[in-house]
């Protein structure tokens, strides 16, 4: 079924096709007890400038896909090419802000995004790159917390350094693995709003964990939804019909707001039967090569 025409309608001159292409990508691991299939045969399509959530239950592999996409780990099968060209290590194209900060708590919140403009861009000068550190500081609030250490700020205040950091290399792809779980509900939906008001502004293509379900369908254009491991895959992609830009308040008044709310919890947590959707696929259906991974119940295609 295709995607509703009045979904994303306002952000079809950003949008290309095809942007980041997910192809056939499968992962397993090797332990002490045998093989682990963590992903199977996964492929997804993102558009240039499109917000896609990554939602499921733990263990699903949301963080394995992520961390494939940022090239911290080599798929087992497949290839994840972006803007053309495949993927296959770091790179200054995709940033990436975890649900642990990763700042080094020696550096004070400036020089820890100096240290990325630096690598990224050694060509600035010195009077360029501190400009712009001080931009980007700006951006997120926290000019007078410039010569802070990270032991010195809220853990808020810690995310927002990491969403500046990896903003302020202007990456083609921002990957996000649940920078907000570990936050009280209040700075948590702060800081969606201030998510959403620095992607209207660059218009970076958006890759996002998360296992907050209002969270997906505030931030979202698509969610798309794991099912369990092992061997998860993509069960379903719901398009989110809300148009931009979007309010907290209002969105939650939305007729359609609980419906699509209520989508994405049958999928997680309903009991409807159809299990073998939820499920992902058997290190031994992988081991004998006879299965291609539940069939997809899509209201979209994967594109």
């Given at each position: 079924m295709k995607c509703d025409e009045a979904v994303g309608q306002d952000l079809i001159k950003r949008i290309e096709t095809n942007y980041l292409e997910i192809s056939r990508v499968s992962k397993t691991f090797e332990g002490a007890t045998g093989i682990y299939p963590a992903l199977h045969a996964i492929d997804l399509k993102i558009r240039k400038g499109e917000f896609v959530t990554l939602i499921g239950h733990s263990g699903c592999g949301k963080s394995t896909l992520l961390s494939i996409v940022a090239g911290l780990i080599?798929?087992?099968e497949g290839v994840i090419v972006l803007e053309g060209k495949e993927i296959d290590g770091p790179g200054p194209d995709r940033g990436v802000v975890f649900q642990s900060h990763a700042l080094l708590p020696w550096l004070t919140c400036a020089e820890n995004i100096?240290?990325?403009?630096?690598?990224?861009?050694?060509?600035?000068t010195r009077a360029e790159q501190k400009e712009r550190v001080a931009h980007f500081l700006n951006m997120v609030?926290?000019?007078?917390?410039?010569?802070?250490?990270?032991?010195e700020l809220s853990g808020g205040m810690r995310?927002?350094?990491?969403?500046?950091?990896?903003?302020s290399i202007r990456p083609k792809v921002l990957l996000l693995d649940e920078p907000f779980g570990a936050l009280d509900a209040l700075t948590r939906g702060h800081l969606q709003d201030e998510l959403l008001r620095l992607w209207e502004k660059f218009g970076t293509t958006v890759l996002m964990v998360t296992h907050d379900v209002d969270e997906a369908l505030l931030l979202s254009d698509r969610v798309v939804m794991m099912t369990q491991g092992p061997g998860a895959t993509i069960?379903?992609?719901?398009?989110i019909p809300f148009r931009r830009p979007r309010s907290r308040?209002?969105?939650?008044?939305?007729?359609?707001?609980?419906?699509?709310?209520g989508e994405i919890l049958e999928f997680?947590?309903?009991?409807?039967?159809?299990d073998e959707l939820k499920?992902?696929?058997?290190?031994?259906?992988?081991?004998?090569g006879g299965s291609k991974g539940p069939a997809l119940a899509s209201v979209t295609d994967h594109q």
């Open positions: 080599a798929p087992s100096a240290l990325a403009v630096e690598a990224v861009f050694p060509g600035m609030g926290l000019t007078d917390a410039a010569e802070k250490r990270p032991a995310q927002r350094v990491g969403i500046a950091r990896a903003l069960g379903r992609i719901v398009p308040m209002e969105l939650v008044r939305q007729s359609g707001y609980q419906h699509w709310k997680l947590y309903g009991d409807d039967g159809d499920r992902g696929v058997s290190a031994g259906d992988l081991q004998k």
